[in-house]
């Protein structure tokens, strides 16, 4: 099954001699369960690429077709609701909000939609973390992989169609980069997630079932693993 289809998504920034073509008619798609790794030089257009995926920025033309949803095609209000509910993000230097708990940061996604968590999904979700006794801690008296985890958390609330990780790594040493990687492969294995990650470490490019490889905009290379 298709979670993820992408038809010739183009993103330009700028007019005349100053246009940027950041993404150049990239198609591809992406089914259930891959663990997929985008790789690419800086400026290659990876990032635009994943941020037009989470719904943060928007594609000059093309579309993004998740899990049967066309977001291109969303107003402001229900892409929102959207992003929240299907798409969980997990980003280099984590976005936790720091006057909240560990357990009020990774039910925040819920908590806006006014919704309750399920307590089975969060006990287990906190077990496979290691944050059973983190969970009213702030991010403040947490370490950095630590508060990495409880980004994870909070992407895999919802149970979301795709799971789209920035650079996850970038800010944390070669000990707990592994630790992170081995729970997001977890993820993907035990409840078949569906990961984008983007990255510029080889070894983590490496450990996925497909890389895509990004350069000028366009995809160089997709190598199924």
Partial sequence: ???????????????????????????????????????GPSGS????????????DKATSGKVIINGTDISTLDETALAIFRRRQIGLVYQ??????????????????LLDGRKPSEEHLTSLIK??????????LPSQLSG?????????????????IMLADEPT???DSENS????????????????????????????LSADRVIAIEDGRIIRDEVR
Avoid: W
């Fill in 1 to 39: 099954m298709k979670i993820l289809e992408i038809e010739s998504l183009s993103k330009i920034y700028g007019k005349g001699e100053t246009q940027v073509n950041a993404l150049d008619n990239v198609s591809f798609s992406v089914e259930q369960g891959e663990f997929v790794a985008i790789v």
């Fill in 45 to 56: 257009g990876k990032s635009t690429l994943l941020h037009i995926l989470g719904g943060v």
């Fill in 93 to 110: 230097f984590y976005n936790l909000i720091p006057i909240l708990t560990v357990e009020e940061n990774m039910t925040l996604p819920l």
């Fill in 128 to 137: 496979k973390l290691g944050l059973e006794k983190r969970m009213n801690h």
């Fill in 145 to 161: 992989g630590q508060q990495q985890r409880v980004s994870i958390g909070r992407a895999l609330i919802n149970n979301p169609a």
């Fill in 170 to 172: 970038g800010n944390l």
């Fill in 178 to 205: 592994k630790e992170i990687i081995s729970l997001l492969r977890r993820f993907n294995r035990e409840l078949n997630q569906t990961v984008l990650i983007i990255t510029h470490d080889e070894k983590i490019a």
